[in-house]
């Protein structure tokens, strides 16, 4: 099973970036993806999550209204469209799945799987 995130760069603020996360090795109807990001320093936190379903979606509030999590099931992927970028948005950002049913949370707890990563660097 693997999750491979790609997307991530440099931008400059007020910009946008679509992150993707390709899962294989699994289906996903079966697992919740969940975005986390970490800031140096920082700890990791939970930034969206999209329900096995698709029906459902959560947001942090430091991201709702600017970031959109939506998913392509016939190429096995999970999207993330990052926009109005704000400095503090810099982070590692990683793609996890959690094998929950209902409604997604931004709890690490239910994480069964974890991608590698991609940094994302907002800076003028």
């Known amino acids: 099973l693997q999750l491979v995130e790609s997307g991530g760069g440099l931008v400059q603020p007020g910009g946008s970036l679509r992150l993707s996360c390709a899962v294989s090795?699994?289906?996903?109807?079966?697992?919740?993806i969940i975005w986390f990001r970490q800031a140096p320093g920082k700890a990791r936190e939970g930034v969206s999550c999209?329900?096995?379903?698709?029906?459902?979606?959560n947001y942090a509030d430091s991201v709702k209204g600017r970031f959109t999590i939506s998913r392509d099931l016939p190429k096995h992927t999970v999207y993330l469209q990052m926009n109005n970028l704000k400095p503090e948005d810099t982070a590692v950002y990683y793609c996890a799945a959690a094998r929950v049913f209902g409604l997604c949370t931004l709890s690490e707890g239910p994480v069964h799987y974890w991608g590698q990563g991609t940094q994302v660097t907002v800076s003028s």
């Open positions: 999209i329900s096995r379903t698709g029906g459902a979606s």
């Open positions: 090795g699994f289906s996903l109807d079966n697992y919740a």
